[in-house]
């Protein structure tokens, strides 16, 4: 039998005690390893944190942007948005180099975005958001009804229609862009625990000083919290009402005669009751689904939804006005996504009120893909301290309650 000393019983402690304070104590702990997570713990890492810990409570790339679009755009009618998107574009545009490796790859198609409309209460609003772009240096041109046909001639245009194009544009593959992310974090050192779930924030007094999981208490000295619809666990957590609802919205994939090809720019038709966005399938098929407001759950689920057949041919008759050949067309597949809506469709980034030690990032109301490289960065940015690319003031919480909403010029939408 081997003999321990109490000398060496109490030696034994404090090595595990050590061992387990070294594993249990982090700067920067990160909640959800979806998207913005990823992103966050990468940039992060590339700033010079040491000791970045994420946690999931399940896979990397099985939340809800497992089941998102991957529509890549700048334009936008908040101005804040316009920055993100711009610089996030320049990230997908050029992903390998970006994380620094050869092997990483956004899936971009770069096809370019079309936005049409010739209703008086959209028109305007689409001028002036292609002005303002202009003057921020975003190559963005008006086109006429001959000019789009030419680039998407399975559509139908009105030589009555304002027509904005950009050609810096197009859709990429959320999930490589997710496991890009994390495969980039843990090369620099970052620790991601997949199957780990969030159950609470450990407090001393107003500051956040870790997390409670299901593998135990972490500590951190910043606690960023990227839950996307499970943020409204922060309700129990630090009991703060916050303003988010989890929406679930409808992708169809449709076939017809007339091939959407994937040299064929994304379309968003803000003519149509459910502002319906297209854009190619699988470099023959039709994606689509609307950018106006879905099925609120009850509760936060990622589980997919049932769609009815009333739904399709709503969405079908809609998709038959501006593209006649899928009046005849046949519904190839079908499935629901997840959208974490605020009040304005807009994110809330940075802290909570009266809470120290936490940072969040939640609400993008449809744009968290999109605007994930440049979001990760700013949030990054702000729990080291250092002065953010573009001001976090206007994605404040504090918003709601003051009255300065986020509203884009179309009004409460996924276009903004």
């Not at 594993?23 to 890492?45: E, K, N, P, Q, R």
């Not at 028109?123 to 041109?141: C, F, N, T, Y």
């Not at 809330?348 to 960065?377: D, I, Q, Y």
Request: aromatic share 10%; proline share 3%; hydrophobic share 40%.
């Amino acid at each position: 039998m081997l003999y321990v000393s109490k000398l060496d019983h109490i030696y034994l402690i404090e090595c595990f005690f050590k061992s387990y304070m070294q594993t249990s104590s982090y700067d920067f702990i990160v909640i959800g390893a979806g998207v913005i997570g990823t992103s966050v713990a990468f940039h992060l890492a590339q700033l010079g944190a040491k000791r970045v810990l994420v946690i999931e409570r399940d896979q990397i790339g099985a939340g809800t942007g497992a089941q998102s679009s991957g529509i890549l755009r700048t334009h936008y009618s908040v101005t804040e948005n316009v920055l993100l998107a711009h610089q996030s574009w320049d990230a997908f545009a050029k992903f390998d180099h970006y994380l620094d490796d050869a092997e990483a790859s956004s899936g971009i198609v770069p096809c370019g975005y079309m936005i049409a409309t010739s209703h008086d209460k959209h028109v305007s609003a689409l001028h002036d958001s292609i002005v303002k772009q202009r003057e921020m240096g975003i190559d963005v041109q008006t086109i006429d009804a001959l000019q789009a046909k030419e680039l998407l001639p399975i559509a139908q245009f009105s030589e009555h229609e304002l027509i904005g194009f950009e050609p810096k544009a197009g859709f990429a593959d959320a999930y490589l862009v997710n496991t890009g992310f994390a495969k980039a974090a843990r090369r620099r050192g970052v620790k991601i625990l997949e199957g780990v779930a969030a159950q609470g924030l450990l407090r001393t007094g107003h500051r956040v000083t870790g997390v409670r999981t299901s593998a135990g208490d972490f500590h951190a000295q910043m606690v960023i919290s990227t839950q996307s619809i499970w943020a409204l666990e922060l309700n129990q957590w630090l009991d703060i009402k916050i303003p988010l609802k989890a929406e679930r919205h409808t992708v169809l994939a449709l076939e017809s005669k007339d091939t959407y090809t994937n040299k064929m720019p994304v379309f968003k038709d803000l003519d149509s009751p459910g502002m319906l966005y297209y854009r190619s399938y699988g470099g023959k098929q039709m994606l689509v689904s609307e950018g106006s407001v879905g099925e609120t759950l009850a509760e936060a689920d990622n589980n997919q939804g049932d769609v009815s057949l009333d739904t399709v041919i709503e969405i079908g008759e809609q998709v038959s006005e501006r593209f006649e050949a899928y009046a005849e067309g046949e519904l190839a597949s079908s499935w629901t996504g997840v959208y974490d809506v605020t009040p304005d469709w807009n994110p809330v980034l940075g802290p909570l009120p009266n809470v120290e030690g936490l940072l969040v990032g939640f609400g993008f109301s449809g744009h968290g893909f999109k605007l994930s490289p440049a979001v990760g960065k700013v949030l990054a940015q702000a729990a080291l301290g250092l002065k953010t690319d573009v001001a976090l003031a206007p994605y404040s919480f504090e918003r709601f309650e003051q009255g300065r909403l986020l509203v884009g010029k179309y009004g409460a939408g996924a276009v903004s």
